[in-house]
């Protein structure tokens, strides 16, 4: 007699979350085993591991958001980008998402759109002290050649770590993400990528699992990646997350005074924006290395040095959109996108 088995297809889902640490959240990442083809389900973890829970009420929920490709393991595995909310079903305290979804469901007719630039900076992890602590390009201590060549800058002098923005670059587009760009940065060590144009929630999903997947790359070379968002004091640049924001009104003809209207609700608001733009913002927002201070707003075309730029194509063109150029690179882009749909389209609504 013959026996028959029903084989299912496996796979790994790699979830991933964001942890309650303060006054910046990490990501977390556990795998799931799932049969191919089934819906995520809902899953659970130790809260009182990741600062969201105590010992005793130690359980908190995994909700699937959206799921992408995994361009890590290949195949038909996937990453699952979660919430985290409590046993009950609410969202947890440390669940920005929750928000942002409300405010883009509040104002949906105004058709909100977000291109965030994350920078960020290698730092090698060997454990030889020759290389230990320093951003990837710095010398074993003290400083290299004062920046200026740095900046989008090509040849073994100039730029460190190209091959592993290569490899982040390529997983971002075979998971989907709307990944628009790289670039070598001012500082040695330091790059940028850039999501968008891409609507909300998405746009935080999509930065929040690009940022796994450039810390699980660099992870193979032994290299770090840090949002930190001065990691060399002096002269030397700090690490932003420029976010350039339209709405459906600015971008149609005629969209500059809306452009406007935007910027000038952005002054209104600017102390709010600032203190939930990412930790230690006044170490960044100093007025100089092309930052406008932390407590002055200013806006102009053009205007690396102001809080908000009108990049000179938009004023050509009477239409486009606006840069925020406040935002650090440790910011969380649920809440930068959540307070922007906010202050700009509850302005426009009065
Ligand atoms: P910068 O000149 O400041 O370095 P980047 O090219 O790095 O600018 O980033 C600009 C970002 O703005 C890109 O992600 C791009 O997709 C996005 N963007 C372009 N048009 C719009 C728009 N209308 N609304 C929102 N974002 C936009
Ligand atoms: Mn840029
Ligand atoms: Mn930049
Ligand atoms: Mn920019």
Redesign the pocket.
């Known amino acids: 007699m013959n026996t028959y088995y029903i084989i299912f297809m496996k796979i790994k889902a790699e979830y991933i979350w964001i942890d309650g640490q303060t006054p910046t959240a990490k990501l977390r990442s556990k795998t799931k085993i799932i049969e191919q083809g089934t819906e995520p389900p809902i899953w659970g973890f130790d809260g009182s591991s990741t600062q969201q829970a105590t010992g005793d009420q130690s359980d908190c929920v995994l909700k699937p958001v959206a799921q992408f490709p995994d361009p890590i393991r290949g195949g038909d595995n996937i990453l699952v980008m979660c919430e985290v909310m409590n046993v009950d079903m609410t969202p947890h305290a440390s669940n920005t998402r929750a928000a942002l979804v409300e405010s883009a469901s509040n104002f949906s007719e105004f058709e909100p759109?977000?291109?965030m630039?994350q920078e960020y900076t290698f730092y090698e992890q060997s454990y030889d002290s020759l290389k230990y602590g320093q951003p990837l390009g710095f010398p074993p201590s003290g400083y290299p050649a004062p920046q200026g060549g740095y900046y989008c800058g090509v040849g073994a002098d100039e730029v460190y770590g190209r091959e592993i923005s290569e490899a982040h670059a390529t997983a971002c587009i075979e998971a989907g993400l709307g990944i628009?760009?790289t670039n070598a940065e001012v500082m040695p060590g330091q790059w940028?990528f850039?999501?968008?144009?891409v609507g909300a929630p998405d746009i935080g999903d999509q930065i929040w699992v690009a940022r796994w997947l450039l810390y699980r790359i660099a992870e193979d070379w032994n290299i770090s990646a840090t949002l930190d968002p001065k990691p060399v004091k002096g002269d030397w640049n700090g690490a932003g997350m420029?976010t350039?924001?339209?709405t459906k009104q600015m971008?149609e003809d005629g969209g500059y005074d809306a452009i406007v209207a935007g910027c000038e609700a952005l002054g209104k608001n600017a102390d709010l924006h600032v203190k939930n733009y990412g930790a230690n913002i006044e170490d960044r927002l100093t007025g100089d290395h092309e930052t406008q201070s932390f407590d002055t707003f200013s806006y102009g075309v053009s205007d690396r040095g102001a809080s908000i730029r009108i990049p000179w194509q938009v004023e050509v063109d009477k239409k486009?959109?606006l840069?925020d150029r406040r935002p650090n690179a440790n910011g969380d882009p649920y809440v930068i996108a959540m307070l922007m749909i906010d202050t700009v389209c509850s302005a426009a609504s009065s």
């Open positions: 759109w977000f291109g630039e628009s760009g940028e850039q999501i968008g144009p420029h350039n924001f339209s971008r486009g959109y840069e």
